[in-house]
């Protein structure tokens, strides 16, 4: 998860018998940043006893947020999120008559700056739960936080 430091996985390197290979057998290889949300490739040379390489890619993923506030109104519902501006492109709010979020509808805000989103269409006199999370696009591809935990109103 993106905090703003640099992310660097530590590595245990085994044979194919599943003994734990020395340090000195193996470098490894890391890119450069490795702080910002998105994909990095790590690359492991093998030398001494062993040959070859392989390369093993992690990824950060952005901050989560929450709901900061639910208002209900007769057929809608207004989310109010807790607002993340680092490595944030925008939040999917999901709405579900059900805690567990089955048949679950989900809608997208695309701007981080952008903290409130109205839920219409809704029933009167149910109750919906909510939640959110962030997503930051990189070079096309989508990156996910974790879904926050959930809150719920009745519609009035």
């Known amino acids: 998860t993106y905090d703003g430091t640099t992310k660097k996985p530590s590595i245990v390197v ?3 018998k599943g003994n734990t290979i020395s340090s000195s057998n193996y470098t490894i290889t890391y890119p450069s940043g490795m702080k910002n ?3 990095y490739k790590v690359k492991i040379t093998f030398k001494g006893n062993y040959s070859g390489t392989k390369t093993l ?6 901050a ?3 709901v900061s506030k639910l208002t209900a109104y007769k057929k809608s ?3 109010n999120i807790t607002k993340e501006t680092p490595q944030v492109t925008g939040y999917q709010v ?3 008559r059900s805690k567990s979020f089955t048949n679950a509808k ?3 805000v695309k701007s981080y700056k952008t903290t409130k989103c109205t839920i219409k269409d809704l029933s009167r006199g149910k109750t919906y739960y909510v939640r959110v999370r962030t997503y930051k696009t990189v070079d096309g591809v989508r990156y996910y936080s974790g879904w926050s935990t959930y809150k719920y109103t009745k519609t009035k």
């Open 14 to 16: 085994k044979d194919s």
């Open 37 to 39: 949300v998105g994909t």
């Open 57 to 62: 890619t992690y990824k950060i993923n952005p």
């Open 64 to 66: 989560p947020t929450t």
């Open 77 to 79: 519902i207004t989310v």
């Open 94 to 96: 999901q709405y579900s």
């Open 106 to 108: 989900t809608t997208t």
